[in-house]
Nanobody, 122 residues
Framework: QVQLVESGGGSVQAGGSLRLSCARS????????IGWFRQAPGKEREGVAC???????AYADSVKGRFAISQDKTKNTVYLQMNSPKPEDTAMYYC????????????????WGQGTQVTVSS
């Protein structure tokens, strides 16, 4: 059973920084795509950033240049560094994983964490 546990959420002022972590356990297989998604109240869940086994990355246009996704394969952990967050980045952030190479969209990910809340104040 794969488990994904997010941490690092909280409240931050606009222009500050925050780092989210996603720890993966329960599987010794290779994970080809790990993604961060978010869902704000009243909105659909959207892809924020994804990272692949070759360390290539993909970002939503809304976070390019501000957020950075990275991974520590020795710790089975993926990070999302949030720099210069904006109030519109406020959402529940989820980590997701798949053993396939997929686009950074919700439909391709079968495994999800419980989420961590990020609130950005102006």
């Amino acid at each position: 059973q794969v488990q994904l546990v997010e941490s690092g959420g909280g409240s931050v002022q606009a222009g500050g920084s925050l780092r989210l972590s996603c720890a993966r356990s329960g599987s010794t297989g290779k994970w080809y795509t790990i993604g961060w998604f978010r869902q704000a109240p009243g909105k659909e869940r959207e892809g924020v950033a994804c990272i692949y086994m070759d360390d290539s990355t993909a970002y939503a246009d809304s976070v390019k240049g501000r957020f950075a996704i990275s991974q520590d394969k020795t710790k089975n952990t993926v990070y999302l560094q949030m720099n210069s967050p904006k109030p519109e980045d406020t959402a529940m952030y989820y980590c997701a994983a798949t053993s396939s190479v997929v686009a950074c969209r919700e439909a391709g990910f079968p495994y999800w964490g419980q989420g961590t809340q990020v609130t950005v104040s102006s």
